[in-house]
């Protein structure tokens, strides 16, 4: 069966199904199990299928701003470090110890402790060639995973998903927040970005009339899902050929009816999840906090979600970088640590693996006002049951000779980390994801 | 290239179109109006806006505080608890004023006398994204906006340079702190890659260098104005997109909007704006044309863009994404229902991923596509009740969900935000003032007139059918049918396209 034929039958039948009388407009469970057999042809593919209920799951955390790769897995005993950073280095006695020369910053307490019980691991160094020191260029190639200088549309989560499940709900992507990150974009359009689960539903009605709801609900639907071979009824010439053209695969009017479908379909499932499960852990009552709680609860409800998307603002500390760093990274450490003790007593921590990535780290000195520029390499953490735990890569050299205009050289590229999670997490082979063949790094 | 519009397409589906994208549309009588001047004379009254008075009054504090500072620096010798309270007060009242300066925009764009101008107003806003959050100043954001508006349609190359001496950009992008022992390189940055030429166009070295010619450039804190420090500058030879010499910040703006790519850019964009679609690179060629033939002002290019076959085009017309400020901005005109206080309107857009004063980084807003996800397309299908009919569940809701980052520090200011929205009524939409007796009263006239006012476009056949069977299941039509149809009608995807 071709894509373009499942995708074709999957949104017919979800339309006849949200259409039909005998239903509620809200999608039942079912309905995941009734696409795998409706579409069991997906099933011989080599990969496995991705939905199921002990799955692994990849949680990417994005650490937006830059992270400072230097002031977070600190080099302590480096004098280049305390050097190039006369205020803002940390001395060895400040810091949370790894060994003999490299400690984490002494807000991540929390990283120490799953450091310590061998569920975390730091890939050191981690960058790519030709590294680009614009925010929004450079979030756009981890995003996308392409080379420096290529621009790509898709996302490389997007890519896993056109190659992996034709035919799942759009749940099987959940991206915490009112915002679609283009990691998530693909051929077609999967995943749900959510950043409130109560909020997540059409409310339809008249205030105060629930009397007329039913009305109003069964209206809504029929003038939101319409049938795909309707574009001939519009009369009159130039509107008709306006239609038609905006009927063409990712036109914009097109992809808003999707989004609707796919809305409703997610709508319920994700509403009776979220209320459904309770958080065990005390989260800190932060944005990614929150964020992190809700992935637990759906996690532990059973969504058959294989990628969560969650992320943490503020890290371009061009200014006074001392106490935001230090607040940002206690968020991070306190966060983690909580959504892992979660799993824990779910008994789902062995399912799922944390991955943080930021666009890039920052100068190795610091500027003239207390704070950092952007720069290049950086590092990434690797957090869960099953993660493989300990320091991994290698850090760059911080020598003035060795640095690229000031910056740290990159070691480990980070296509081979994204490589490593694909094919020994997901369980897919990365070429067709990534375009080409890298080395994976081990990262279980 | 820039075809001239032909007379023979002018209709009210074009001069809707024109005034949807030129301005922030408006109510069938508006389009009339427009149909009736021909498209010249449309263009002309939109473009040439000068021309029309416009009397709206500064907010109260929108002057120089020149007594700020020194009231600030009086604090040091307080003691930290004197310190605490008034440092809060200043965020309170800085709050306060940045949510009086949305309104004051807001009603600028939707019953001000030129909307052109306050499209393009937005246009800047979001090409030179520049953030409350970190200028935390809401005098400093008011004289960014009217630099805005008073530049609209002028000057790309003094646009640029005044923009590069604004007091909300030189916090912005940390220029206020540059000096030549070490240059912050923030702003020469944007400046070549998000501002005038785009990503290729310069190399690393023409930033770090430029970032020394620009040092120098900062804010006096004290008059609250711009300044050149002599001895912050490094006086030393810069070699800056292939030109050398011991240039100043002027002499960075003038180099850089001398690139040929200059003029490419910023068309690209103002054409992507406008017409919603990239422009290809033949017309991209074309309108750079226009911008240099003009001497790099916007007017002249904007009159021929708004004139042209190529912005009235089937891929064109109807096809954008509204943003959430167009969204509220053009519901709000089409209802023609007053404006809600600031807050509310705020709370509205916010939800849907778009905050005036507040961009998320110096990019701006992505827009386009990725206004719609599914969680912000169910925002928008649930707030059209708070516009229809004055519903204000949604703006708790929203309230509640996104607490901004001052009411999750301080639990009392979402309270008294809540309590604040209990006490406030909003009005509903009243349909005797949208539609005619026959309008009400006849179905058919009914949805003929919906489509007409909302989406100047007919509905598709199961859409119309869907509409019709609602308004049979009713009886007779009355005035809630009317706005449980209208309430329908933003509820379709093709409400949220223009």
Known sequence: MSDSTTLKTRREFLRTTLLGGALTWTVPTFLANTFTALHAAAADRATQIVTGKDAPILVVLQLAGGNDGLNTVIPFANDHYHKARPSLGLKGDRVLKLNDTIGLHPALVGFKALYDAGQLGIVQGVGYPNPNRSHFRSTDIWMTASDADRFENRGWIGRYFDANCDGCDPTVGVAVGRQMPLAFAGKQPKGVALDNPANYR??????ASAGEMDTTDESFKKLNFVMEDDGSANSGGSIGAIAGQMMEAGAPLEFIERTALDAQVSSDQIRALASKVRNTANYPSSQLGSSLGLVARLIGGGLATRVFYVSQGGYDTHTNQGGTHERLLKDLADSVKAFTDDLKSQGNHERVLVMTFSEFGRRVAQNGSQGTDHGAASAMFLIGGKARSGLLGEYPS????????????FKVDFRTVYAGVLEQWLRTPSEPVLGRRFTPLNVV | MLMPLSAARWNDQTAAHLLNRAGFGGPPAEIEQLVALGPEGAVNRLVDYEQIPDATKDPEWARPDPERLQRLAALRQKSEEERRLALREEQQLQRQRIMELRGWWLRRMVSGPRPLQEKLT??????????????RDAYYMWRQNELFRRLASGSWPQLLAEVGKDPAMLIWLDQAQSRREKPNENFARELMELFALGEGHYTEKDVTEAARALTGWTLDRATQKFVERDRAHDPGSKTILGRTGNFTGDDVIEIVVAQPQAARFITGKLWHYFAGVRPDAALNDALAAELRAAGMNFKPLLRKLFLSEEFYAPNVIRTQVKSPVQWLVMAIRQLERPLPPPQVCHTLTRSLGQELFQPPNVKGWDGGLTWITTNNLLTRYNEAATLVYGDLGPV?????????????????????????LDRLRLAGVDPEKLFTVDERFKKEELIAALERRFLQAPLRETQRQALRQFLDARGATDNDDILGAIRLILCTPDYQLT
Not at chain 2, 122 to 135: I, N, P, R, Y
């Open chain 1, 202 to 207: 059409f409310k339809g009605g008249a205030p």
């Open chain 1, 398 to 409: 911080l020598a003035p000779q060795d640095l690229h205009q000031g910056d740290l050289k």
């Open chain 2, 396 to 420: 708790r809701d929203a309230m509640r969900a996104n607490p901004n980052r001052a009411a999750a520090q301080e639990p009392r200011l979402q309270r008294r935000m809540e309590e604040r």
């Open chain 2, 122 to 135: 937005l246009f800047w806003h979001g090409h030179f994204a520049t953030s409350v959050e970190k200028v």
